[in-house]
């Protein structure tokens, strides 16, 4: 096993930053078609920039560990910042080869953070 694959693993037993706001500002929810999983993404918002960042759902360990890490990169970020975001950014994010199907699990948080932007 890598660094990086331990580094999800741990991402996945001991997410950062999962539960929900009470009223956020905004929310995002979808869902994979391939396996049914969820991932609603919740933030807070002070004056365009990140303060707040929630994630609950169901899902496997690299959408888990990517929402994690995904979330801990959100804050203090601006709305700006966070749309430029995108595929080969998670990748790089998560430091492992990744198939096609993988690929979807990796990248439902970021469709999640894109549908509340
Ligand atoms: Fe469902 Fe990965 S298997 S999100």
Redesign the pocket.
């Known amino acids: 096993m890598n660094i990086y694959q331990d580094i999800i693993l741990d991402h996945y037993h001991h997410p950062h930053n999962q539960g929900r706001l009470i009223k956020p500002d905004k929310s995002g929810k979808v869902s994979?078609p391939?396996?049914g999983?969820k991932i609603e993404m919740m933030i807070d918002f002070e004056k365009n920039k990140v303060k707040e960042v929630k994630f609950h759902g169901e899902?496997?360990v690299?959408?888990t560990a990517s929402a994690s890490m995904l979330t801990d990169f959100a804050k203090s970020k601006s709305k700006e910042e966070l749309k430029k975001l995108n595929s080969k950014f998670i990748i790089k994010m998560l430091g492992i080869d990744l198939g096609m199907t993988r690929i979807k699990?990796a990248v439902?948080p970021l469709e999640a953070l894109h549908k509340l932007l």
Do not use: M
């Open positions: 994979n391939l396996c999983d899902g496997c690299i959408s699990c439902l």
